[in-house]
């Protein structure tokens, strides 16, 4: 298969017509190989408009959800990211293309450190790693200026609004099936405005207070 060729049909035909239009989010989606980042035998379907799940049940987004949410944040080069929900690590290296650096947590280390050692391959050094639930397990002086979370939430987390910083942009997708709603969150000093991005319908991010997931996997998550 030619994923080059692949890659630029993903970006032209299944990004593009998705409003996204911004050149620096379309450029990263050109550059990063989303082939290495799913499982040997989804390989044939890494470029295809579907989300593909993940050895720890989870799913990678669709890639042109993943460049709406980021296209969402208007990342800087000099600004630092939080991402939440690491998942396969394709959004990780997206956000790392585009921003100064990122935090990225997961609550699934074993999911976290395949990720790690795919994004070390690609060079990519302006990335730390958090095995915590980066929902509720923050320092509490932990400041970014921009906000992704990798899977859908019941509501808006607002326990992280505080972690932004002044004129900070949170990108989630919140609510339920059988419509959800990708917001943008941007801080006003004390204030925050809302914006919906677009409809859509994604997996749910790991809870660290969901015990389902212990009771499917027989470990804890921290």
Same mark, same amino acid.
């Given at each position: ?19 996204? =239009?911004?050149?620096? /989010?379309?450029?990263?989606?050109? #550059?990063? !190989?989303?082939? %290495? ?6 390989? $044939?379907?890494?470029?295809? +408009?579907?989300?593909? !799940? ?10 042109? %959800?993943?460049? @709406? ?11 630092? /990211?939080? #991402?939440? $929900? ?14 100064? +650096? ?16 795919? =994004? ?13 639930? $980066?929902?509720?397990?923050? !320092? ?8 992704? %979370? ?23 997708? /919140? ?11 941007? @801080?006003?000093?004390? #204030? ?7 409809? *859509?319908? %994604? ?7 969901? *015990? ?11």
């Amino acid at each position: 298969m030619n994923f080059e060729q692949a890659r630029f049909n993903m970006v032209e035909q299944q990004i593009r017509p998705w409003d996204v =239009l911004d050149f620096d /989010v379309l450029d990263a989606l050109q #550059e990063i !190989p989303r082939e %290495i980042f799913v499982q040997p035998d989804q390989q $044939g379907y890494a470029y295809a +408009d579907l989300a593909l !799940p993940l050895p720890n049940g989870s799913k990678m987004l669709e890639p042109k %959800i993943v460049g @709406r949410m980021v296209q969402g944040l208007a990342l800087k080069k000099h600004e630092r /990211v939080l #991402e939440v $929900g690491t998942g396969s690590g394709y959004a990780t290296a997206i956000l790392a293309k585009l921003a100064y +650096d990122v935090t990225t947590c997961d609550l699934d280390e074993q999911q976290l450190g395949a990720a790690q050692a795919i =994004l070390k391959g690609l060079q990519l050094d302006n990335i730390q790693y958090k095995a915590i639930d $980066g929902l509720n397990a923050l !320092p509490s002086d932990a400041r970014f200026d921009a906000i992704y %979370i990798g899977g859908s939430l019941k509501t808006i987390p607002e326990q992280l609004l505080a972690h932004l910083n002044e004129g900070g942009r949170m990108v989630v997708v /919140v609510g339920s099936e059988p419509v959800q709603r990708c917001l943008q969150i941007t @801080r006003h000093g004390s #204030e925050f405005s809302e914006k919906t991005l677009f409809d *859509t319908l %994604i997996t749910p991010l790991q809870d660290g207070n969901d *015990t389902s997931w212990y009771k499917a996997t027989g470990k804890f998550r921290f």
